[in-house]
């Protein structure tokens, strides 16, 4: 009778708050990751610390969350062990004790299991979409088939360093701004509760009509006090709102992005960034040695912007059909003409993936340039709004005053 084998049982990791004494007979603490707590007395004991008690932190905070910056971690300290000669399950068990993150760790256990268990490297990484996108998993799968496994996970965390580093760049560009005018509507908003109703019962001794710019404040004064919960409910709405129609309707989500795309110097900003992903991606995928076609499906989501996700289908569509990339891309006419010359210029001289790596470094640069120049341009004008918004407060409540200075 044949048996079967089962697989082995997915390790789950824990982080372990711990106190005990050590040597010298001094109170410590400290937290460890692991499977079980019997791990954990383990570990003391090498430690030579006597445990006093051991407990499991679980909830909100128990593992965490794996961020985009860990899997990158992970692909580059693993493409080094390969690099060595350590055989990928065992690097995979190494690298998953050096990783400080204890949900990537318990990722990279249950990778190890998966591989111990006769699965693929790639089939594994599979498994988890949420984590390892498509790119990821197709550029494994290519260097496990060609024996270059190790080139192909440090091909992949560069990639990703870059992409980063550019989506950094871009939300600079459009949290800078946000950022200004929510400081600035924070402190008019206090100021017209806080100060203005303190001159308001100042004034209501005065027994004179105020100017007509002081009664504005304190009307606008006395709205805001009536209003604020309000008024912030509302704008909470509205967001929540906006971000749960362009979850559920792609119509919606496309008239955001494209009203995004004509926003002065931001539109131009991320109009650039998304030609500048999408570029790196496509060259990324597709010096890997996978199809054109399913790398332009791969490099339509690196965009993270549904104009460009839409052209991109349609030049997905033309390439299937036999048409040369540069024509495809022309007709869309949403990629630039400098981007569309150079693909044409790739596919003639049968150097696509190096034309495509100068347009992304081309793009990342403007982009570069762009959120500095803003960012310059921003703080003369941001001191300005706010001088004109807390001055002219001001100014408006000190006006019956200096009218009161000249009367006398």
Known sequence: MATTLKPPKRLVMHRWHWRGKNLRGEMVSGELIAGDIGEV????????????????????????????????????????????????????????????????????????????????????????????????VNMVAAGEQSGALDKM??????????????????????????????????????????????????????GAELPAFTRFTIHLSELTQAYWWQAILAVALLVFGMRQAAARSPGFAYRLH??????????????????????????????????LVEALETAAGATGNRVHQRAIAAVREDVDSGQQLNFAMRRTKVFPLMAVQMVSIGEESGELDVMLDKVAEFYEEEVDNQVDALTSLLEPFIIVVLGVMVGGLVASMYLPIFQMGSAI
């Open 41 to 136: 007395r383990q570990e003391l004991a090498r430690q030579k610390i006597i445990v006093k008690r051991i407990s499991r932190k679980s909830g909100l905070f128990g593992l965490g969350r794996i961020r985009s910056r860990d899997v990158t971690l992970f692909a580059r300290q693993l493409a080094t062990m390969i690099r060595a000669g350590v055989p990928l399950l065992q690097g995979c068990k190494v690298v998953g004790e050096t990783l400080k993150n204890p949900a990537m760790r318990n990722l990279v256990e249950t990778l190890a299991n998966d591989i111990s268990a006769g699965a693929s490297f790639s089939e594994a990484l599979a498994k988890h979409p949420t984590r390892f996108d498509r790119m990821f």
């Open 153 to 206: 996970l440090e091909r992949v965390a560069s990639y990703r360093e870059k992409v980063e580093t550019l989506k950094g760049r871009v939300k600079k560009a459009l949290y800078y701004p946000a950022a200004v005018i929510l400081v600035g509507l924070g402190v008019t908003a206090l100021l017209l509760v806080k100060v203005v109703p303190q001159f308001e019962s100042l004034f209501a001794g005065f």
């Open 258 to 291: 494209q009203l995004m795309l004509k926003l002065p110097v931001l539109g131009n900003i991320v109009d650039k960034g998304s030609i500048a992903r999408f570029s790196r991606t496509l060259a990324t995928t597709f010096n890997a040695g996978i199809p």
